[in-house]
């Protein structure tokens, strides 16, 4: 399944772009290191983008892109099991109830606007639904079909455990202590915290920050727009669409994990 999926990622891509991956995919091991490359690696939908770009605020690096060399300090983010070519792996987490909803929104957005996706062939999105409603039927076929990601949450919790040296974070942790969290991710680059540049990387990309430059929109934590990719930008947003069958099902599904992860109920 991963290699049709990648091979199929592989096959969209112009030919220019598929170059410099494969150049790149061959640097990464071999030089990676040297160039203080990292990866920020998740399970889709949670909060790579907002971690990754802290990460590059504060290391003053160029944001990556798949048409070009990677250079020094490059922060690359992605949806991956485990692999030992990665380097410097800061590995993600988020509360799976807050994944799930999360992909629901971002989903519903790209079905609603005609974008062919593998969830569809078990799913059916509609303008019609309330959300609260079509949740629990979305989150079933998630949880019991091989969609997008080619991976499930619980395959990449379980490939990335066995891994020696990494750095964990989560999604809630940066909600919580964003300069403690990133000053973690920084220190396991072998590279000594300033607290200035941190507080900066913190400010800069702040929900309202990047809004403000992406959306030309002032528009603070937590208030919604089912619409965008920063969709709202709060945790616990779970308990405002899962009802007692979703709250079973996910627990039936990940309970283990999620307690292994110390997310609570």
């Not at 030992?84 to 606007?113: G, H, K, M, T």
């Not at 929109?217 to 208030?223: A, M």
Request: proline share 3%; hydrophobic share 35%.
């Amino acid at each position: 399944m991963q290699i049709t999926s990648t091979l199929q990622r592989l096959r969209s891509q112009p030919i220019r772009q598929r170059y410099y991956q494969a150049v790149n995919a061959m640097l990464v091991p071999v030089a990676g290191r040297a160039l203080g490359i990292s990866h920020v690696v998740e399970y889709p939908k949670c909060g790579g983008s907002w971690v990754r770009r802290m990460l590059e605020t504060y290391l003053h690096a160029a944001p990556y892109h798949h048409d070009r060399y990677i250079s020094r300090n490059t922060v690359i983010q992605l949806h991956r099991l485990y692999s030992s070519r990665l380097c410097n792996p800061i590995v993600l987490y988020r509360d799976p109830r807050d994944v799930f909803v999360s992909y629901y929104f971002y989903e519903r957005n790209q079905a609603l606007r005609g974008t062919h996706l593998a969830i569809t062939g078990h799913f059916d999105f509609s303008e019609q639904d309330s959300v609260r409603g079509a949740f629990g039927r979305y989150l079933r076929a998630k949880l019991s079909a091989q969609t997008d990601p080619y991976f499930s949450y619980r395959e990449f919790h379980e490939s990335w455990s066995h891994c020696a040296r990494k750095c964990v974070v989560t999604y809630e942790g940066f909600h919580r202590d964003a300069v403690g969290e990133l000053g973690s991710a920084v220190e396991f680059l072998g590279l000594r915290p300033d607290p200035e540049r941190i507080d900066h990387a913190v400010a800069y990309n702040t929900f309202e920050q990047v809004t403000r430059r992406k959306y030309g929109e002032d528009r603070g934590k937590g208030v919604e727009d089912n619409s965008k990719f920063q969709r709202k930008g709060v945790t616990g947003d779970w308990v405002n669409y899962f009802d007692d069958e979703s709250s079973a099902l996910i627990e039936r599904e990940l309970g283990d994990m999620m307690k292994a992860l110390g997310y609570q109920w």
